[in-house]
């Protein structure tokens, strides 16, 4: 599937390495530039659907989940138009003659956010019919939110044999909507669907992701009408009639985040350029208690270990601004050479806690009881052959591998591909020991 993305998307370099080595133990001293964030260009992307008019992103991260949304809307009949410029990669979209049967059901399975396109396709067309979106092993990931709010809003949902078929014969209306959750994929569905239906649209419980907030400010320049942006309760007069946008994605606070944990893991220095620390929520409290010292300069984020070492914290993972579950893994990483104990309460997802037995085989002391991780830091990891189980257990594994002692092998890249752009290359440039065979 690598080389009919690339033909999608023409920048997707297909791997031939299916393994990666990392030879750890040296400090990372460099610039390593933060992309566009994986979690805000996906529903980005999908935003021109609404639209016969172009929408212009840029700063798109070049990762395989973005390859893969391509290769889905162009099956759906968008016009992708790419370019690269000193300012990252853009896409423009064109939207104007979109089929919304011709879903490639193989693609929508690899990514669990491809749930996004139900909202708008459904917005758009009057029907929608998605095979159940797949995505990381790390739990039920259910789709009731989404469901319950699109029924509400007047879509009639069945789901059978695997498949969510939905019409809204005359469009979708209006609805006060409560989320159980402050889910993000929940949220910015809805919002989607919103924008486009007729009358208001209020969803409560809503989540504050730095990237619904990217999401609607790019449907505000499209001419929607959106508030409460970044808060619990998000407004949306529906029917405006969308016209186009350019848009620069949100920088990655979890690509930053990972790197700031890798300085500070291999008592280094990173400056990391487009790094945001007010986009850490909470985490930037956690980090600093851990010893991981940021600060900002006119070049980016300078991120180095304090003068005190790396300390065992206590954490829990919560909707933001608290403590990114995408983070989670990174930081165990970090915690687990850390001096002292660390308790990690993981609260979002229910099994995700996978790269606990991988780190336990580089020499980390974890005992997992329900939903929290206790870890004993060892001081230094020592090599191993690892396996990546999801997109951020993955990004885990390299750190645990660039900071550890020896040679670490490390299998299941396409996690890793599927969230970062470029991780082996700017590392390498970096000092890393690290390369795909
Ligand atoms: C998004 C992010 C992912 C991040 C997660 C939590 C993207 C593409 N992915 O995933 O990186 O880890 O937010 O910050 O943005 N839930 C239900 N029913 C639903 C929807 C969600 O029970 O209909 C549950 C989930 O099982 C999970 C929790 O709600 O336990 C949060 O999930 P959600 O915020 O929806 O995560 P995603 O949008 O899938």
């Not at 033909?7 to 990666?20: F, I, K, Q, S, Y």
């Not at 917005?123 to 699109?150: K, S, Y």
């Not at 929940?186 to 969803?203: F, R």
Request: hydrophobic letters at 45%.
């Amino acid at each position: 599937m690598n080389a009919s993305l690339s033909t999608a998307a023409p920048w997707w370099r297909p791997n031939t390495g299916h393994r990666l080595i990392v030879r750890g133990g040296r400090p990372l001293v460099g610039t390593y530039p933060i992309s566009g964030a994986k979690n805000a260009v996906l529903p980005l992307m999908v935003s021109a659907l609404l639209t016969p008019h172009l929408v212009t992103l840029r700063n798109v991260p070049a990762n395989l989940d973005v390859a893969v949304l391509v290769a889905l809307l162009q099956r759906l009949g968008c016009g992708m138009h790419w370019s690269a410029s000193d300012s990252g990669l853009a896409v423009t979209i064109a939207a104007d003659r979109v089929q919304p049967r011709r879903i490639d059901a193989e693609l929508v399975t690899r990514m669990r956010a491809s749930v996004l396109l139900f909202g708008a396709l459904l917005a758009r067309g009057g029907e929608a019919a998605l095979p159940m979106p797949g995505g990381d092993a790390i739990g039920l990931r259910g789709i009731d939110f989404h469901v319950t709010g699109l029924r509400a809003m007047g879509a009639t949902i069945e789901l059978t044999d695997g498949t969510i078929r939905a019409t809204a014969r005359d469009g979708l209306r209006g609805a006060d909507i409560l989320l159980p959750q402050p889910s993000v994929g929940a949220t910015e569905n809805l919002l989607l669907a919103a924008v486009a239906a007729t009358g208001t649209t209020t969803i409560r419980n809503a989540a504050r992701e730095p990237e619904i907030a990217d999401l609607a400010t790019c449907l505000i320049a499209m001419g929607a009408r959106i508030a409460g942006l970044g808060t619990h309760v998000l407004t949306i007069e529906g029917g405006a009639l969308l016209g186009g946008a350019v848009h620069t994605v949100l920088p990655d606070r979890i690509e930053f985040g990972t790197l700031a944990c890798a300085a500070a893991l291999t008592d280094g220095e990173l400056v990391l350029p487009h790094g945001r620390v007010e986009l850490l929520g909470a985490a930037a409290a956690s980090f600093a208690a851990a010893g991981i010292d940021l600060h900002d300069t006119e070049d980016g984020v300078v991120a180095r270990r304090a003068k005190d070492g790396l300390i065992g914290v206590d954490l829990t993972t919560a909707p933001y601004p608290g403590f990114a579950t995408d983070l989670q893994a990174p930081m165990m990483a970090l915690l687990a050479a850390a001096a002292g104990t660390s308790a990690i309460t993981e609260s979002i997802f229910e099994q995700r806690f996978r790269h606990v037995d991988e780190l336990r085989k580089m020499g980390a002391d974890i005992a997992v009881r329900g939903r929290t991780a206790r870890i004993r830091g060892v001081g230094r990891l020592h090599g191993a052959a690892v396996t990546c189980t999801d997109v951020r257990a993955a990004a885990a594994l390299v750190l645990a591998g660039v900071g550890a002692e020896g040679e670490t092998t490390l299998d299941g890249l396409d996690h890793l591909d599927r969230g970062y752009d470029g991780m082996t290359e700017k590392l390498a440039a970096c000092g890393a020991d690290i390369a795909r065979r």
